[in-house]
């Protein structure tokens, strides 16, 4: 087969140990998944019934950190550290109980969001996208393996800007466990070899600014290090 004109990179993130690197197809995002978070943002209730769900384009990714640019159209940057889930097998209504098996790895990343944008967009019922799935979006750290790590239930979650401790909390925390967050995606999407979740984010997210270094770490599995631009 060929093309009407020479096809991009696939965009990708680095395995730790291994020379091959995972390839990115698509990037869902849950919003709301730590009860704090969902309070500091204004939700006026805590809803545990319906996680809400936004993609990011897979070419959002920055990978393994380094320099990420300040996006344009926004005054108010913000971070938001995650948890990275990636799958390397998917399907369609997979049972929580056997999502585990759909995981090849987990990293840390940051959710950047437009939030002044983000703001507006909730205040006039409009979607998400041009405050989430911006250029440069979701820098994420190299993998870890499941097969070496297993499947963490608790680990500390944090973010440091600039050495300042920021964010800072743990996963067992999560309203949706990775396990339920596979199950409920898998009901509107057919999940696949490539797919990363970014499982929400914890609360004290806050403003980033050019010159500003960060450092997100899942303890003892993932860290993430780089210089807004
Ligand atoms: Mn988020």
């Known amino acids: 087969m060929s093309f009407v004109f020479d096809t991009l990179a ?16 698509r990037i869902y995002c849950i919003g709301r998944n730590y009860a704090e978070h969902a309070r500091e943002m204004g939700a006026e209730a805590v809803s545990c019934a319906q996680p809400v769900f936004f993609l990011k384009p897979a ?8 320099e990420v640019p300040y996006p344009s159209a926004t005054k108010e940057l913000h971070h938001e550290v995650e948890m990275v889930v990636a799958l390397q097998s998917g399907g369609r209504d997979i049972e929580a109980s056997r999502a585990l098996d759909c995981v090849f790895g987990y ?3 940051l959710d950047l969001t437009r939030r002044d944008l983000q703001a507006a967009a909730k205040a006039k019922g409009l979607p998400w996208d041009i405050a989430k799935g911006f250029d440069a979006s979701a820098p994420v750290s190299a993998l870890r ?3 070496e790590i297993g499947h963490p239930s608790r680990a500390r979650l944090s973010l440091r800007v600039n050495g300042e401790l920021r964010q800072d909390t743990n996963i067992a925390e999560m309203i949706f466990p990775e ?8 009901k509107l999407f057919e999940l696949k070899a ?9 609360a004290g997210v806050g403003p980033l600014a050019r010159g500003d270094t960060f450092r997100a770490e899942l303890e003892n599995i993932a860290v993430l290090e780089g210089r807004i631009v």
């Open 10 to 25: 696939i965009p990708s993130v680095p395995v730790v140990g291994s020379h091959a690197r995972f390839p990115v197809h």
């Open 59 to 66: 070419d959002a990714i920055v990978s393994n950190g380094g």
């Open 107 to 109: 990293g840390v990343g």
């Open 145 to 147: 393996l499941a097969s």
């Open 179 to 186: 396990a339920e967050i596979i199950a409920e995606l898998s």
């Open 194 to 202: 490539g797919d990363l979740i970014f499982t929400g984010t914890p």
